[in-house]
């Protein structure tokens, strides 16, 4: 999902003067794009919602620090992103993502015993976007981020290194894994001949 | 015969291939088409469905946020009176008769703002059921008063700096959303006997 919102300077100049009018406006034009960054970051529909308020709670408290750098929707994506993965981390308490990550490989095993991917003919054409959809919920949240924040929402692993407190190569084996993951539930589900 | 890894095949997608991976692609029609692939998932990534969130959740935060800003402005009515902020706001304000007249008047006007703070403490909405109108009423003088407090927040800012008649004119503002609110607040408990 790319999103290119365009707000009115002076909408944001009455947001930032705290006319609620305003800010109310700044919610209705970004309330989806952001649900559905924290939607597919996390694992439910309620966290998503939490993470959408929270999102907001930090837009309108902190919106006269924005100095208009950048995009709009880059500023509040940001704050998106920030929140879901505070949530990841209160999350991960219930210790369900370590299962869920040794069960995955980096690699998937080649048809002639190379890594990589299983030789001629193992992957054409799109997977159905159905199974896409399904495949990906079931990756760790953790994976999921780091796949919709850089495949998706365009951000550097440098970029998912600093939001997550993690480093650049972290970012890079999960995408890593993630991808090999999905590729392999893709193909157990008849996605890809 | 050795084909590219998922590493291999993102690293080229970022144009971070290394030198063997990029010929390796160029020959093998394998990895191409895993590479294809790749490029497909994104994209078919980037293309799910759109989902709505099933609760608005602005009431939420609007009602959090004036509940804030019920707080700000009791600290800023409450700040506004302290001699330093006294003294600070007076330097602002040219020295002169018309000068001390401004500088008396605001003294007056910030006094009774502080009254009516102390007033509204009373009926402190937070704990008390409203009707719809009421509250809506309430909140809009609420959220006046907040952006009054936003533009005279701005005072201490040296690049707009105010002159005496008009700060003063500012918070004789703050005092009319204050008592239209004192008598929202008094209206509605008569009105329910409390």
Known sequence: MTISLAVPDIL?????AGDLEALEALYRAFETPVYNVALRMLRTPEDA???LQETFLEVVRSIKQYRGEGHLWGWIKRIAASKALMRIRRNQVRATEE???????AHVGHADGAPGHEGPGAVAGAPARIDLER????LSETSRSVVWLHDVEGYTHEEIAELMGKTVSFSKSQLARAHARLRRMLDAEGAAP | MMHCTIDDLLAFKENEASGWARQHLETCPACRAELEALYQRIAALKALPVRRP???RWPAVRDTLRAERRRQRRRWGAWSLSAAAGIALLLLIRPGPAGRVDAAELER???QSATLEAELERYDPD???TSGRTAALAAALEDRIAAIDGELAQVGMPEAPLRGAELVKLWQERVDAMQQLMTVHVTRAAYVGL
């Not at chain 1, 944001?12 to 930032?16: I, L, M, N, T």
């Open chain 1, 12 to 16: 944001v100049a009455r947001a930032r």
């Open chain 1, 49 to 51: 919602e939490d993470v």
């Open chain 1, 135 to 138: 495949a990906f919920e079931r």
């Open chain 2, 54 to 56: 099933a609760r608005d």
């Open chain 2, 127 to 129: 704990q008390r059921v």
């Open chain 2, 109 to 111: 006007v910030k006094q």
């Open chain 1, 99 to 105: 299962f869920d990550e040794e069960t995955v490989g």
